[in-house]
DNA sequence: TTATAAATATGACCGTGGTCAATATTTATA
DNA sequence: TATAAATATTGACCACGGTCATATTTATAA
């Protein structure tokens, strides 16, 4: 029973994420308006709500996808054979994750997907990136007495209470990678530390 | 050369903040506005914005004073013995957290200090409820190769975690306490697990 | 007491995200 | 090809957080 999904209506939308994202790329995630999108693409404000439930669904389908190219990178990469190359990998990703505080607050917003039926688009990102960190961790030289998955969501954890506490002015003398890298000696090589 | 804070200041600013609790007590604090408080404390609504910065601000005082009377509980206890103990002693803090969105919201977007000079008070309950735990985790039966801070931190970051993941439609099958276990377990006692 | 300066309060106004009934366009049907 | 139904677009309008020049109150000094 679906049927009639206009070309036009494909167009409009593909128009209207090209010209925020030309937008953005001159000014930035955080001064991106509803109103300068529509006025570039060319068409009423309406249409812009018509398309997308609200500003936050266009930010979501954006940064969503330049973290699934990070992903893709990281995808290829050969598994992390210890705790520096893991931080080293995932650094990329987590410098776009911090490049605006308005980006890593669109970002903490719809990690969890809301409560919505469906899980946007930054939700699957970090599903993605959980089930990443997962197999490099099965295959990797790595704690085994905790599911991989667990040990994954704890590495998600960890990354984003770095950037958190990044943008915070009591902690941010320790750099983010010096505190990832205190963290993720503790959480996947038990053993080792001390 | 500080002077000259009027009385009628603080009865201005404590007014605000009733009305800010009745309001929040009767509707919940997603529901709160700024044009309501400022009518029931019959006041302006430019007075609001000379005494807080913004609506944040205020929400800020509010629910970081509900926490700091969580963290009161909590420094009344005895150090926890296991992690089904830690658990308990934080769920009541856990559920005020996640009882609405926009609280979680909220304190997550402080949580970090944002960018600011000052240390707001959500960011300082955090700070406090690391020490907190740091206190406990020295006291108690848990792994003494890496400094409390950081398991302290680490403890902070499973619990946000866990909240998130319970707002997440694809992962909120696994309850929230049962999946901390899992984190604290591997976290705090690497070598009694398996 | 009165003049003066500093602190506080006011409310009309603005920016921006979001709504919705009306209109226009496309597609399906006769 | 005419007409009805479905779909997309429009823009005036609203909600709500936040601003700022002006007015009012309070503290200080003569």
Same mark, same amino acid.
């Given at each position: ?106 970002? #903490? ?27 490099? #961790? ?26 958190? #506490? ?29």
């Amino acid at each position: 029973m679906k049927k009639a999904v206009q070309k036009r209506t494909l167009a409009t939308r593909a128009k209207l994420i090209e010209s925020a994202w030309k937008i953005i790329s001159s000014k930035g995630y955080g001064a991106l308006r509803v109103e300068e999108v529509v006025q570039d693409a060319a068409v009423a404000k309406g249409t812009f709500f018509a398309h997308f439930p609200d500003k936050d669904a266009l930010m979501e389908i954006i940064i969503g996808s330049k973290i699934d190219t990070h992903l893709d990178a990281l995808e290829r990469q050969t598994p992390p054979e210890n705790t520096d190359d893991f931080i080293r990998y995932l650094q990329p990703l987590m410098l776009f994750m911090t490049s605006e505080r308005y980006v890593f607050d669109v970002i #903490l917003r719809h990690s969890g997907a809301a409560a919505k039926e469906e899980i946007g688009p930054i939700a699957q990102t970090f599903d993605r990136q959980v089930r990443v960190l997962a197999q490099w #961790l099965s295959d990797g030289p790595y704690r085994k007495d905790v599911p991989a998955m667990i040990l994954a969501e704890g590495i998600q954890a960890f990354a984003i209470q770095c950037m958190a #506490l990044h943008f915070c002015a009591i902690n941010n003398e320790l750099p983010i990678q010096k505190r990832m890298k205190l963290y993720l000696d503790a959480w996947l090589c038990p053993q080792n530390v001390s």
